[in-house]
């Protein structure tokens, strides 16, 4: 399926990414730059100092940690227009060729962080990645989140940042979040987990049923769309009520049946197209809209913020919420979807990132009496491998020698091995887990650990399968003074969490599915 998209993509020629800084500055790849800067006080940047026009300096007495700010008035021609922004925007830069703007953490922390008007959102995940040492595996992303709203959506990696804040205008409670989407391009590795075969076929005019593996590429051809149908809950604004009806999705926009299931003309009401509209998730569905359950979404106008105009629709499984949403993205954005896909990876097939000193490493071996130089590269993996697992075996030998340690005394470095994992997440709560967790993707094997709620000594592995957050208890089990850990009653047994996890990274084990990827948190 790629290679046919690789064959549709040579067509079309990849949009040049906007460079982060103008006028030889340089780009993000080439961080750090004086154009593009993380700032503790943007009031004293110097770009900001060189750029602000006369209102703006008096406004220098406005604490940054304000929500929300105005531009002081002023007699002069160029303070007659005063605004209310968004507060991922700073008033006092709107007049510069540069913006400010605030990108926030899961944990409501913020860093400001002054951008040129062009940047995209995959130029702000990479400068991010960058300055915090993150491993850039492309699953990181910028959200869009309208708090009053309770909804928020994936910014897609071409779009403008400064478009999607400027869509705010009068409106406060817009903000960019920064986290972890392993979900966002998992529907062109594995589309039959994202599309069931009842709810697609093609145009009502062919009646032809089109193969899920095919799915992809009629959704980015411009000339072909598959239909995707199937029964939603619709909100009557009026009435405040939901209401059952079939849908219908094809290329000219959302429709619904008056009657049954009938596709006939008379019978499909208009409902909404993506011209000038996004989709977003809807957080606390029930709490906020009484919708009949928490799997809903909805679409907004761009020029829009009011919650009576969203037009909320509700599924009855997330399975079937996470496929209409993404045959929308695929439909709105088409191609664009897949250059925004491909476009990392060659980008590394081109460029490798290896720096001058990784180039210089050689593999050495010390288990001899005289050292060597390994040339063999499967000689090196083998090497490796063999050279982790006798430090494992020292460790679990260092742990048990000494006479006969006291079982406190054996514990404590089995317990503090795994704190600086970024997989562990110490005290979280179960409820927590699962917001973390659908938040940074509902594919296979998205995982996390935590401490026990109710077990003080044990800790919970908390996993992704088919859409579906499963937790497992992770008991310690003593055997003569020794504690290992274990997943099932004490039948397989590991010396510490690091050694659990390592094994179930590359066998499935009890679990229903490998650990692929750990959910992780980072402060900004």
Known sequence: ?????????????????AEIFQSGNGNVSGFPSPALIPLQDPLLTTNAQ?????????????????????PVPSPSSESQHTFLVSECLSPWTKCSATQVIKVYNEDNTSKAIEVPPDVTARDICQLFVMKNHCIDDHSWTLFEHWTHLGIE?????HESVMEVLSVGGMDTDCRLYFRKNYAKYEFFKKPLVFFPDHMFSMSSETNGIVDASELIETFVKSSTCPEVHGYLHAKDQSRKSWKK?????????????SKGTSKEPRHLQFFADFTDCDIYSVLSARKLYGAPTEFAFCIKSTKSCSARDLKLLCADVEHTKTCWITAMRLLKFGMQLYQNFIQPHQKQKLSPMRSISENSLVAMDFSGQKTRVIENPSEVLSVAVEEGLSWRRKSCHRLS??????SSQSSVPNI???LAQPWFHGKLSREEAQRLITQQGLIDGVFLLRDSQSSPKAF?????????????????????????YSLDDGHTRFTDLIQLVEFHQLNRGILPCKLRHHCTQITL
């Open 401 to 406: 020698s000494h006479g006969s340690p006291s």
């Open 460 to 484: 919970v592995l908390s996993l992704c399968h088919l859409q579906k957050i499963k937790h497992f208890p992770i008991m310690p089990v003593d055997d003569d003074g020794e504690v290992f």
């Open 416 to 418: 503090a091995i795994h």
């Open 245 to 257: 009806f079939y849908f219908v999705l094809r290329r000219s926009g959302l429709y619904f049946s």
């Open 1 to 17: 399926m790629n290679r046919t998209l690789d064959k549709i993509n040579t067509s079309l020629s990849f949009r040049h990414k």
């Open 50 to 70: 060189k750029t602000r026009t006369k209102p703006c300096e008096e406004n220098r007495c406005i604490k940054e940690k304000e929500e929300s700010c105005f």
């Open 153 to 157: 959506r994936t910014i897609e990696d």
